[in-house]
């Protein structure tokens, strides 16, 4: 990629970035060309498609909870390592607002541009989940399909204003669920 190339492609993630997170998964691609300075055309050259921008926004998020689970697969604790991937998942997820539904939708598309990154980050749950199975302090009744569920479920209730005052409540119960359920 050209240098000028480069130097839009990774202000339009910026400008996306800080949309999505402020404003939604639903901002006008428009909306985020304009930020950028660049016009329509542009945008699309590098994301023809909003989804295609989705995934490169959350690639790097989802790489990067790779890395932590396999930082956290180190630690004694299983169940603590799974609970604390979890919690931060969830965090990063509702970071961007709007980005539950096409998540949930693109896990089960392999057509799908953002298929890769959520697969990456079931699987880095599932692993950890795994473990802590094995050493028999998560249930057993669960998969990584329910771990992305369940993460999907958490971000949402955080999105919800007469639930946020519960959400680290409602986090709580599901987690002693996880590790205690079974």
């Known amino acids: 990629m050209r240098a000028d190339a480069k130097k839009n492609y990774d202000h339009l993630l910026a400008v996306a970035r800080d949309l999505f997170t402020g404003e939604g ?8 060309a304009r930020q ?64 539950i539904a096409p998540m949930v939708a693109a896990i089960a598309d392999e057509s799908s541009a953002l298929h890769a990154s959520c697969v990456t980050l079931r699987t880095a749950g599932t692993r950890l989940l795994k473990r802590a199975q094995a050493e028999g302090v998560a249930r057993q009744d669960m998969d990584g399909n329910d771990l992305f569920a369940l993460i999907s479920a958490l971000a949402w209730l955080a999105d919800q204003p007469p639930l946020v005052p519960r959400a680290d409540h409602l986090f709580e119960i599901i987690s002693d669920a996880i590790l205690r359920g079974g």
């Open 36 to 99: 950028a300075g660049v016009g329509d055309g542009t945008l699309y050259r590098h994301f023809p498609t909003r989804e295609a921008l989705l995934e490169a926004l959350l690639r790097s998020n989802f790489d990067a909870f790779g890395q932590r689970a396999a930082d956290l697969e180190a630690w004694d604790d299983t169940g603590s390592a799974l609970v604390t991937w979890l919690k931060e998942a969830v965090a990063m997820t509702h970071a961007y607002r709007g980005i």
């Open 25 to 32: 998964a639903d901002v006008s691609l428009r909306d985020v």
